[in-house]
């Protein structure tokens, strides 16, 4: 945090056990050792030398891995926002702007990796912001549905977009916890995707007993469930961004 703000560094490597930090810059060699001085913990520069590095590999395998899971979910966004419409189902309109605010925090990811802490942390809080404000949408739309008669869903559209979006989501999962990081914006991002493969599966059971009720009920408490689950999750994320 205390590097923060000089646009010349372009990677930090930790050395926790060792006590040392290795500085990737472009120049502000003065700027960054007072910063470390400022600290008062006994820094001081071991040596400075020229590099030819200007790729870092941990960073650009973060980037690929989020721009893979983005693209899942903004085409699942895509295909269960048009499909919710059509079939008239609120479990799968809710569960297309969960991928819609998971792919917002995709996207947000892709722009802190190699960014500094306090960077990524920010990241996590606008996340965390932005599912709230579509869960209390949702809960609006929900509440309107309960209280107006609605056509009841196709149940069997219901059903198989999700079973795809399930594996969709499964897969996003097993990539994201592949990479084994405990930086913020990816722990953020498999919590949403955690969720995910949770209101998947509820969309999916909403989808059984509405055929088997013959109601729209299910299908609407499935809908108010996803809303539920998104605000735990963004009070995770706030949390997280705090850490």
């Known amino acids: 945090m205390q590097l923060d703000g000089i646009s010349e560094i372009k990677h930090l490597e930790f050395d926790i056990p060792e006590r040392k930090l290795i500085v990737f810059h ?35 395998q973060q980037k690929q891995l989020l721009l893979a899971v983005l693209s899942i979910n903004f085409a699942f966004f895509l295909i269960e926002i048009t499909t ?21 925090v995709y996207g947000i990811s892709l722009f802190s ?9 920010t ?65 953020a991002s498999m919590i949403f995707t955690s969720n995910d493969v949770i209101i998947n599966l509820g969309v999916i059971i909403a989808g059984v007993l509405v055929n088997w009720l013959n109601s729209n009920k ?8 996803v809303f539920i689950l998104v605000v735990q999750g963004a009070l995770r994320i706030l949390k997280l961004g705090k850490a």
């Open 123 to 187: 990241t996590a809080k606008i996340a965390g912001y932005f599912q709230i404000t579509l869960a209390l949408i949702g809960f609006i739309e929900v509440l309107r549905r309960f209280l107006e008669i609605e056509k009841i869903p196709a149940f069997s559209t219901m059903i198989i977009v999700s079973v795809f979006a399930l594996i969709a989501n499964s897969i996003c999962l097993h990539l994201l916890q592949k990479s084994k990081s405990k930086e913020a914006h990816i722990q």
């Open 218 to 225: 299910p299908d609407l408490i499935i809908g108010a469930i």
């Open 26 to 60: 472009d120049g502000q060699l003065e700027r960054i050792e007072n910063s470390i001085i400022g600290l008062n913990l006994g820094g001081k520069i071991l040596s400075t030398e020229q590099s030819d590095q200007n790729g870092f590999s941990k960073d650009i």
């Open 84 to 104: 919710g419409l059509i079939s008239r189902s609120m479990g799968l309109v809710a569960d297309s702007l969960d991928m819609l605010a998971d792919s917002f």
């Open 113 to 121: 990796v190699g960014g500094s802490l306090i960077r990524k942390k």
